[in-house]
C-alpha cells in the first residue's frame, strides 16, 4: 500500500473514531411541470430547487447536491412514467410535486423505491391516504384554504357562492370541500359546476351562474383556464366578487382574464412579496434567473434547504433515518416555521389573501 492510500485509510479511521460524517455528491429529483399549462410553475419550482442547491454548495463544508429533473406536465400517466424514471436515477430523494392529480400516482412509486419525497406545492387532501409514509407536504392542504376562506366569506357576508371546478384530484377535492364547509355553516351554494380542462367556451356555466345570481364565484381549478373563464364571466355580465384558489394564483392569470382580473380574490401560499424573511430570495432569483420568483418559489427553495438539513441530521441518505429525521424537523425556512403532523402535513396554515389590483397581486388582509 502506498503512502497515499496509507493516509487515506488512516484519515478515514480516524474520522469513523470520530464520528465524522465524509461529504457525499448527492442527487435528488425534481418533480415538476416543465412542459404543459403549468410548465411556468414548474421551472419557477426547479429554478428555486437549483437556486437552493447553489447556495448550499457554495457555502461547503458538507454535502454537494445536483437535480435531476422530472417532467410530470401535471398529468398523471406522464408523472408515472417520470417518477419511475428518476426513481431509477441514482437519486436520494424527490422535492417538487406541483398538480395534486399528478403527484398522487407517484406517491407508490416513490414509496416503493424508499425515497423520502418533500411535496411543495401539491395539497389536495387526497394525498394525505395514498401517502405511504415517505412524502412530506409543507403547502397546507385544501382543508387550511377552505377554513381561510370560510373566515373570508362570513366576514363579508356572504349568502350563496357558486363553485367552478374541473374534476381533477386538486380541484375538484378543493371545490367539495369548499361547497361542504360553506353550507355547513349555513350558507347555499346554488351552483356547483364541473367544466373540463382546456374549455373554450364556458357561456352555458355563466349563465347557470347568472341566473343563480350568487353573491361571489369560487374558480378552485388552474390559471391557464381560470383567465378565460374570469374574463368570459365578466363579459358575460356576472358585477358579483369572484376568487380563485391557490392554483391560479400567477401573474398569468392577469394575463389571461385581462382587466377582469381586477378585484378578484386569492388564497395564496405564502410569495416572496409578501414574506419579511424572502428578500434576500427574491433578489437572488432574479439576479440568477432574470425574472421574479412565482407562487411556489419560496416553498420549493424552503424544501430543498429542509431536505438538505434533514440529510445532515440524519447523518446521510439512509430512507429510515431520513424519513425520522423529517418527521422531527423544526425549520424556520423563509415561508415560516416547518414543522409536521403525524399525518405529515404542515403543522400551521400559511395561506393568506390577496387580491387583483393594477395588474398584480396585493394583501387584502
Not at 416503493?112 to 411535496?119: H, R, S, T, Y
Not at 445532515?312 to 425520522?324: E, M, P, R, V, Y
Request: charged share 15%; glycine share 10%; with cysteine.
Amino acid at each position: 500500500m502506498n503512502l497515499l492510500k496509507t493516509s487515506a485509510v488512516a484519515s478515514l479511521a480516524l474520522a469513523l473514531m470520530l464520528g465524522t460524517a465524509y461529504a457525499a455528491d448527492i442527487k435528488i429529483g425534481v418533480l415538476v411541470p416543465t412542459t404543459g399549462g403549468q410548465a411556468t410553475y414548474g421551472q419557477d419550482m426547479a429554478n428555486a430547487v437549483q437556486l437552493a442547491m447553489d447556495e448550499i454548495n457554495k457555502a461547503g463544508g458538507g454535502n454537494t447536491y445536483s437535480a435531476v429533473i422530472g417532467d410530470d406536465a401535471c398529468d398523471p400517466q406522464q408523472a408515472v412514467n417520470a417518477a419511475t424514471k428518476l426513481a431509477s436515477s441514482g437519486i436520494a430523494a424527490v422535492v417538487g410535486g406541483y398538480c395534486s392529480g399528478a403527484t398522487i400516482p407517484t406517491l407508490k412509486i416513490f414509496g416503493d423505491a424508499k425515497l423520502p419525497f418533500v411535496i411543495t406545492a401539491a395539497n389536495s387532501t387526497k394525498l394525505i391516504p395514498a401517502n405511504p409514509g415517505n412524502a412530506f407536504m409543507i403547502n397546507s392542504t385544501g382543508n387550511d384554504q377552505v377554513a381561510k376562506a370560510l373566515e373570508f366569506w362570513k366576514a363579508k357576508g356572504y349568502k350563496a357562492i357558486a363553485i367552478v371546478n374541473e374534476g381533477d384530484a386538486y380541484s375538484q377535492d378543493l371545490a367539495t370541500l369548499a361547497q361542504k364547509s360553506f353550507t355547513d355553516a349555513g350558507g347555499s351554494v346554488p351552483a356547483f359546476e364541473t367544466v373540463n380542462h382546456g374549455e373554450q367556451d364556458y357561456s352555458a356555466v355563466v349563465t347557470k351562474i347568472k341566473a343563480a345570481n350568487p353573491d361571489a364565484v369560487f374558480w378552485t381549478a388552474y390559471d391557464d383556464d381560470g383567465g378565460p373563464f374570469i374574463k368570459q364571466l365578466r363579459e358575460g355580465g356576472y358585477q358579483g366578487d369572484i376568487y380563485v384558489g391557490d392554483g391560479s394564483t400567477s401573474a398569468n392569470l392577469f394575463k389571461l382574464a385581462g382587466d377582469a382580473a381586477e378585484g378578484v380574490y386569492a388564497f395564496s401560499s405564502p410569495t416572496a412579496e409578501f414574506l419579511p424573511d424572502a428578500k434576500s430570495f427574491a433578489d437572488a432569483y432574479q439576479a440568477k434567473f432574470n425574472v421574479a420568483p412565482s407562487s411556489y418559489g419560496p416553498l420549493t427553495y424552503d424544501g430543498m434547504k429542509l431536505l438538505a438539513d434533514a440529510i445532515s441530521k440524519a447523518g446521510g441518505t439512509d430512507s429510515a433515518k431520513l424519513i425520522a429525521a423529517l418527521q422531527a424537523e423544526d425549520y424556520k425556512g423563509i415561508a415560516g416555521e416547518i414543522t409536521f403532523k403525524p399525518d405529515h402535513t404542515l403543522g400551521r396554515s400559511n395561506f393568506v389573501v390577496v387580491v387583483g389590483k393594477g395588474g398584480t397581486w396585493t394583501l387584502a388582509q
